[in-house]
């Protein structure tokens, strides 16, 4: 049968050093959860393809970097060369230091690509009770509001919440369809469909 074809993303996964972004390549990719710490050195790529209400599938190239490293002039190179579409600063709700790091991490991408849609992710939700994950959404809120910050969304990547949502905001700004859906596939512990099969 033949496919509709993919439409192709580039996007950034950045933010501070083990707040779960090489987990959430890897959840997208393989549906696991691997419990331990292993830092990035540079960047990985996690190709991932994701199925939508539109009977098709958008393809994302997912830019996982390396938080460790500092930001700066090198970092901004490193954003720039990846042509990306979009981008996700990702942090830890638990870490504060983490959350001090997204507006420099924010600052970066925007010199590095101006006008993509940018998203912010406050992961490891799962740590924290329903009342402060709900003063840390107001927070966000708030700033947005006032222009300070971007679109926010709450995710557990070990309890498989919330790991969609940023990605189909940004799918969304993307394709120009506030009607599009990212549809989750039926498999309890597999959220994301990855199969080859319009390639
Ligand atoms: N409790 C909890 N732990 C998580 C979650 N996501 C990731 N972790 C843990 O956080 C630690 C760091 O995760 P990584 O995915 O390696 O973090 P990273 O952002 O890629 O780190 P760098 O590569 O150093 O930048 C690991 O021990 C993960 O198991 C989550 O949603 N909840
Ligand atoms: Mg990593």
Not at 70 to 88: H, W
Not at 126 to 151: F, L, N, Y
Not at 167 to 195: C, E, N, W
Request: proline share 4%; glycine share 10%.
């Amino acid at each position: 049968m033949a496919c509709k074809p993919i439409s192709k993303f580039n996007v950034l996964l950045v933010g501070g050093g083990g707040v779960g972004k090489t987990s959430l390549g890897c959840r997208l990719k393989t549906g696991a959860f691997v419990d331990k710490d292993s830092c990035t050195f540079g960047v990985d790529t996690w190709d991932i393809q994701f199925q939508t209400n539109r009977d098709d599938h958008i393809h994302v190239s997912l830019f996982d970097f390396g938080g460790q490293n500092r930001g700066g002039p090198i970092r901004v190179e490193q954003y720039r060369g990846k042509s990306a579409d979009g981008a996700i600063i990702m942090y830890d709700v638990l870490c504060r230091a983490s959350k001090k790091e997204v507006n420099a991490v924010l600052e970066d991408c925007l010199t590095a690509c101006e006008s993509i849609p940018i998203v912010i992710v406050g992961n490891k939700v799962d740590s924290i009770d329903e009342e402060t994950k709900t003063k840390v959404i107001k927070e966000w809120e708030k700033m947005t509001k006032v222009g300070k910050a971007r679109p926010f969304f709450p995710m557990s990547v070990k309890g498989n919440v919330g790991l969609l949502e940023p990605f189909q905001y940004l799918m969304r700004h993307l394709t120009g369809d506030d009607q599009l859906k990212l549809i989750p596939s039926d498999a309890p512990d597999f959220v994301i469909v990855t199969t080859d099969m319009c390639s």
